[in-house]
């Protein structure tokens, strides 16, 4: 309990430290949204100074700190002027999307690469082994962008899958088998974008986590003592490889979710890269902030639930706090 | 000894296809910038050998017509390739003013290699010129992180003590941010519209000073166990400053460490600004760089007709492989010494 309670509270002096970091950096921003407004002869200095006061930027700063903390707590994350609305409420239907790309697409890696790793590490320098990891460093050495762009000419000029948003037009009118095929179509390119990503960095950590079990000596004292193969490898082997490949997935997630901004914009994907990209560009600082904000929080819940994983898997940890107890 | 071999090659590929993009005005037979709207996204041009007269020794081309439906060779007239053409003038290594370039055609064919853009720019020089931007901005960017990391691992891992715990635990912070989406969001707030030298410091410093946390933090460990080593505490003991022992005994073991990050660094910090270039918050035109060369093919009908155009999407992917089966090696080279 108190290893988890450590990690709680980790989390959340972290995100309370990124909070500060990303509104730090509104502040030190030169321009501002009603920049453009000012070269507008039309609009008035005085309505641009009652906007202004309107959405609270002629406040001091610590004040307008706390005031997105309050509107961060209650789920609105700061005020869209663009929009003339709480970024919330747009965030969330963007957030939900990204989830269900990441969240498909971090299932199919580690379901794909923990036993291609496991496979080259128990079949070291034969065949499998060499292709397996001929193939993973191609895939982590491509630039993501290059596997973003190559897959979508692919896609586009053969027609292989649905390119271009979430679902189709009259997706309402659909039957649910058919919602379900044409959300599955859609998310066909993006999924392979990120899995061909992903893949290779998973694949080649589990490879060496494995391969440190299977060298170390009481590995080689079970193998002589005639424990067969498979059991060695499945009950001896992968129980103690599983921690440094479960303290990858924060920096796998840390990738994850910057692959995916690059993908969601490439297929058009609605999650929160467009949103950001957007944002960015038309100078909507607290979109960009809220928009960030959020992917350290997926982030930090992910890392937390690599802990939580720890310690289902590690004995070494539960046992640790008992001794603490 | 393979190793070794393998190792060496691939040194060597790299120098040069950085030597080519170094002296890309010498090889590039275009100015990266002349438009020329006639040719608007005209294929490749192809090599002949064989005319109408039998077959020539030395290759020639045709110049292209626009025709009703794309473009055509105009085979009246065979217009010899040559080496050492006289072209468009550029300034070599920005000093020396030339005009001759590595090979050319004489007008009124248009040698490109790699076919032509919207503009009818030649793509061939264009990579060339793009790649300089590129590469530049991957190494810059690497110094600016392993500078950055250098000083703060190294103050964090000799002073210790709160010092220690307030680098490591921003170091933390910045690890908590996911790479991509606070590199866009530093970008954010930074002047988009700025003129492309200043585009350039900009993204590079961003890129640059974005990734210090996890070298930094790797520094600090071999700096935080150098420092105990016996001979840097007699060192010690017999007077030696902070800044000798810093200097004399405990940098150059970081050594070890920077040289295979920055083989990793290089690599993703090119596919950071190409990114960025791609989402048109980098490197803007007319200043060619392999990202925003890539961006005109987010256009679903770019994309289907003109495949040329994904050249720089095969540069990239050469230059990053090297990089990376370079870091390889230099780890495996490492680990068995």
């Not at chain 1, 930027?57 to 002027?81: E, Q």
């Not at chain 1, 596997?147 to 309402?172: E, H, K, T």
Request: charged share 15%; net charge positive.
């Amino acid at each position: 309990m108190r290893f988890l309670l450590r990690r709680l509270l980790r989390a959340l002096l972290m995100l309370l430290g990124v909070s500060l970091l990303c509104f730090a950096f509104t502040q030190m921003a030169p321009g501002s949204f009603f920049d453009e407004m000012r070269l507008n002869p039309q609009i008035s200095p005085e309505t641009i100074a009652t906007l202004r006061a309107h959405y609270g930027l002629n406040r001091p700063v610590p004040i307008r700190y706390a005031h997105w903390m309050l509107s961060l707590a209650k789920g609105d994350f700061g005020y869209c002027i663009a929009y003339n609305s709480p970024v919330g409420p747009l965030l969330w239907t963007r957030a939900k999307n990204t989830l269900l790309l990441t969240a498909t697409a971090t299932i199919l890696t580690w379901l794909i690469a923990v036993p291609l790793g496991v496979w080259s590490a128990s079949s070291r320098r034969r065949l499998a082994d060499r292709f397996i990891g001929a193939s993973s460093s191609l895939m982590i050495s491509v630039p993501e962008i290059v596997v973003a762009v190559a897959l979508l000419a692919v896609a586009v000029r053969w027609r292989l899958v649905l390119v271009g948003g979430m679902v189709s037009l009259g997706f309402d009118d659909l039957s649910l088998w058919g919602k379900v095929r044409d959300l599955f179509l859609h998310m066909l390119l993006p999924i392979s974008i990120l899995l061909l990503g992903g893949i290779g960095v998973v694949e080649r950590h589990v490879r060496a986590s494995v391969s440190e079990i299977l060298d170390t000596p009481y590995m080689n004292a079970a193998r002589s003592l005639g424990i067969g193969r498979m059991r060695l490898l499945f009950r001896h082997a992968l129980p103690v490889a599983a921690n440094p490949v479960i303290s990858l997935f924060g920096f796998f997630l840390a990738g994850l979710l910057g692959a995916s901004l690059l993908v969601e914009v490439v297929t058009g994907w609605p999650g929160l890269g467009p949103l950001i990209l957007e944002a960015t560009l038309s100078r909507d600082l607290y979109v960009v902030i809220a928009a960030t904000m959020l992917s350290a929080i997926l982030m930090i819940a992910g890392n937390f639930l690599a802990d939580l994983l720890l310690i289902a898997s590690d004995p070494r940890i539960r046992d640790g706090e008992a001794h603490a107890q | 000894m393979r190793n070794k071999t393998a190792m060496c090659v691939l040194m060597i590929a790299l120098v040069l296809v950085h030597l080519a993009l170094l002296f890309a005005g010498f090889f590039a037979p275009y100015d990266p910038a002349a438009q020329n709207r006639d040719l608007s996204y005209a294929p490749p041009t192809r090599i002949h050998f064989v005319g109408s007269t039998g077959f020539h020794w030395g290759p020639f081309t045709y110049g292209m017509v626009k025709d009703f439906d794309g473009y055509r060779e105009d085979q009246s007239q065979q217009i010899p390739l040559r080496l050492f053409a006289k072209g468009d003038s550029y300034t070599l290594l920005w000093v020396f003013h030339c005009k001759t370039h590595f090979f050319g055609a004489d007008r009124p064919a248009r040698l490109q290699l790699f076919g032509a853009d919207a503009y009818g720019r030649d793509e061939f020089s264009r990579l060339l010129y793009g790649g300089q931007i590129s590469l530049a901005a991957g190494l810059v960017a690497t110094l600016i992180t392993l500078a950055v990391a250098t000083i703060i691992g190294t103050v964090s891992g000799y002073y210790g003590k709160w010092i220690d715990e307030m680098l490591m635990g921003s170091a933390e912070l910045f690890l908590a941010l996911p790479w991509f989406y606070f590199l866009v969001g530093v970008r954010a707030f930074l002047p988009l519209h700025v003129s492309p030298k200043e585009t350039f410091l900009l993204l590079i410093i961003v890129i640059g000073v974005i990734g210090w946390a996890r070298p930094a933090r790797l520094i600090r460990g071999i700096v935080l166990s150098a420092r105990t080593r016996n001979y840097v505490v007699a060192a010690r003991a017999f007077g030696g400053s902070d800044f000798y022992l810093l200097r004399r005994h405990i940098l150059p073991e970081t050594f070890a460490v920077l040289i295979p990050q920055a083989t990793l660094l290089i690599p993703q910090y090119i596919a950071a600004e190409a990114t960025l270039s791609f989402f048109g918050l980098g490197i803007s035109e007319p200043v060619p760089s392999w990202g925003n060369m890539l961006s005109t093919l987010q256009q679903y009908n770019v994309l289907v007709s003109y495949s040329w155009l994904l050249a720089p999407a095969g540069a990239l992917v050469i230059t990053s492989v090297m990089y990376w089966r370079l870091a390889d090696r230099l780890h495996y080279w490492l680990q068995s010494h």
